[in-house]
């Protein structure tokens, strides 16, 4: 069966489409260059340097990983308003698991599990309790995390993670060691690009990740159609869930700490992402790539505004006009899609 | 297409002049110190006095200052960032105001391993490294309110606090310092309720205490935007001058209502001074003078007799 609703570039998709298509969106690319090069040019000194760009890859990685669970859960025409609480609470349950001296290879887990189990009672919330919609289930958890969060560490911060605890989120590796090339990349970064990858690739050839799609098109359509759409919105919540708990340990590695006001606000950081990157909130279309790039133009907005000293107020502006600019780019690139058709 | 492409222009165009006209680059100088702070300066008097002192002293020693805050108190990922990529850029030295005692460890150890200089200003951290911590000792500041309020009831009756965001190490310093004053000269501590230093949710949890706590005779609030958020809601049962109202950091606003009589009483903080001996100090460590451990920025109780120095 033919999916109408898959995103029509990859059903024409040859070479150069195919390539179009694993990128999301192609002016969303020439925006990170532009950007970047405009950076290059009013801080020619500080931007292009290696220690900046390793910076911001590593600043960029937990809104990253949630926005890519973010994008999964929006593909549906869903929305996750947890995922910063939830994140949050992973990060002060893997703390506590580290001081009861768990190993890192059961702590680490651990704590992204319970980010998977939070995000099943969103999904069997808005499935089995029949929510009229995400944003109240999601709501509810935003709220019951958070205070969780702060129940649980007293409301203090819990510092000092054990070194392989702390791997993912702080280390460097070298890549390409004794040659020419060698560059030393953030493990975070890495584990951002694999996880792109791993849900780029389950979107695109497996049929669950194509029936994602379809329900955010038309869930009845998808029904009728035979996907076990209930099924399937657990499923997206679960990933949503889960992938908060890895920017969670991502951010505690990063910072050495589980403070309580971890992830506040964040959601809404990872929707911006996802809608820069161009998916749509009635779901059925987008792709990781596109929300790659969201993600990238983020952290490259406020690095270049730290580096030139300017206040925040000027950074959430920009963000703002560029949430709207992204939009309204995409709106007309859609228009004039339909009329070459 | 063509149309696309410039629309794609008009947005790196509008992007180009955002960032040009938001760019304000530091002049000529010595030394450039990162002042980083827990929140704006346009949203807070306290840190616009921080600031101030900052710039003064920046200014008399010709030294290049760089202010930076993140949004909001609680958004530690902005602070760390804004930190790292100033590191990026070389400051000489960091001044700040952690958002949290511990989450930004990390980030003054890669100042460090670049031999930057860290001072805490108004919040102390848990980094063993620090040159310094320069700032009130909230403790003593907390008590010095909770024995006004001993004073005024004459040691009797029942009092409440309304705690700001917890996870704030000097706020919880307050709170207990004021606690402990209040229990030890008798008054019964009858409710303990955060409302987030928050205005709203300030005059919220006044209303509450004055339901479920009508006996109550006087308040600490662990800040003024908190207490004067009380005073509303003491203005709107009509019990104005009945509740005792105390809050912290001497606001201006929070002034006024203390010679309107709305507020009983505040404790003031030096704020311009941490900025000042921030920089000062921080200029101090650059030139390889020595610092002390612990700079005492100072507390002060202020009432309607010396509550309009404050005023302005």
Not at chain 1, 75 to 83: H, K, N, P, R, Y
Not at chain 1, 85 to 111: F, Q
Request: proline letters at 4%.
């Amino acid at each position: 069966m033919r999916l109408e609703t898959y995103p029509s570039t990859v059903q024409r998709g040859l070479g150069w489409e195919r390539v179009r298509a694993a990128l999301g969106r192609l002016d969303l690319l020439l925006v990170v260059v532009l950007l970047m090069a405009v950076l290059t040019a009013l801080q020619p000194r500080f931007f292009l340097t290696r220690e900046n760009l390793t910076n911001v890859a590593r600043q960029i990685s937990s809104n990253a990983v949630l926005a890519l669970g973010q994008f999964v859960v929006v593909a549906t025409a869903g929305i996750d308003l947890s995922v910063g609480s939830v994140m949050g609470l992973c990060m002060t349950v893997l703390a506590l698991l580290v001081k009861a001296g768990w190993p890192a290879v059961l702590s680490l887990p651990a704590a992204v599990l319970l980010g998977a189990a939070v995000g099943a009672a969103n999904g069997l919330a808005l499935t089995r309790l029949h929510l009229p919609h995400p944003f109240i289930a999601t709501l509810a958890t935003l709220n019951v995390a958070r205070g969780a969060t702060y129940l649980l560490s007293g409301g203090v911060p819990i510092s000092g993670l054990t070194p392989e605890v702390r791997w993912l989120g702080s280390a460097d590796v070298v890549l390409f060691e004794g040659s020419r090339l060698a560059t030393s990349l953030p493990v975070s970064f890495l584990v951002v690009v694999a996880l792109y990858g791993a849900v780029a690739g389950f979107m695109r050839k497996t049929p669950t990740g194509r029936h994602i799609y379809a329900v955010g098109g038309s869930p009845r359509a998808a029904q009728y159609a035979g996907i076990d759409v209930a099924r399937l919105l657990v499923l997206v919540y679960v990933l949503c869930g889960a992938m908060a708990g890895v920017a969670g340990v991502l951010l505690a590695g990063r910072v050495n700490s589980a403070y309580p006001t971890a992830g506040l606000g964040a959601e809404l950081d990872s929707i911006a992402a996802v809608i820069i990157g161009g998916a749509s909130f009635f779901g059925g279309r987008g792709t990781p790539g596109g929300v790659f790039l969201g993600a990238v133009v983020m952290g490259l907005v406020r690095n270049g505004l730290n580096l030139m000293n300017v206040s925040v107020f000027w950074q959430q502006v920009l963000i703002g006009l560029i949430i709207l600019l992204a939009v309204y780019v995409d709106v007309l690139r859609r228009r004039s899609t339909q009329m070459e058709l | 297409m063509r149309r696309r492409f410039s629309v794609l222009a008009v947005l790196g165009a509008c992007l180009l002049l955002a960032l040009a006209v938001a760019s304000t680059e530091a002049g000529p100088g010595s030394y450039t110190i990162l002042l980083s702070m827990k929140g704006p300066g346009s949203g807070n008097p306290f840190w616009a006095a921080v600031e101030r002192g900052a710039r003064d002293a920046a200014r008399g020693l010709g030294v290049n200052l760089v202010v930076l805050a993140p949004p909001a108190e609680t958004d530690v990922q902005a602070q760390i960032a804004q930190i790292e990529d100033q590191i990026a850029k070389r400051v000489n030295a960091i001044v700040v105001a952690p958002t949290d005692v511990s989450a930004l460890n990390t980030t003054f150890d890669k100042a460090r391993a670049r031999k930057i200089p860290v001072l805490f200003v108004d919040t102390d951290g848990t980094w063993p490294h620090k040159v310094t911590f320069i700032g009130t000792d909230n403790r003593a500041g907390g008590a010095l309110a909770g024995r006004f309020l001993c004073e005024q009831l004459k040691g009797r009756g029942e009092v409440a606090i309304i705690t700001g965001v917890m996870t704030t190490q000097s706020i919880r310093a307050r709170v207990e310092g004021a606690r402990e004053a209040m229990r030890k000269c008798g008054l019964q501590v009858v409710a303990e309720l955060p409302a987030n230093s928050d205005r709203a949710l300030g005059q919220q949890v006044m209303e509450d205490i004055l339901t479920s706590k009508p006996n109550v005779k006087g308040v600490f609030a662990a800040n003024d935007l908190m207490a004067l958020g009380a005073a509303e809601a003491v203005k709107a049962r009509g019990k104005t001058g009945q509740v005792l109202l105390v809050g912290f950091d001497a606001i201006p606003e929070a002034a006024q209502a203390i010679l309107r009589g709305e507020l009983a009483a505040s404790v003031a903080q030096n704020p311009y001074n941490m900025g000042k001996f921030g920089v000062e100090s921080a200029v101090k460590v650059l030139r390889g003078q020595s610092v002390p451990k612990r700079i005492d920025t100072g507390t002060t109780l202020v009432t309607k007799r010396n509550a309009a120095q404050y005023a302005k």
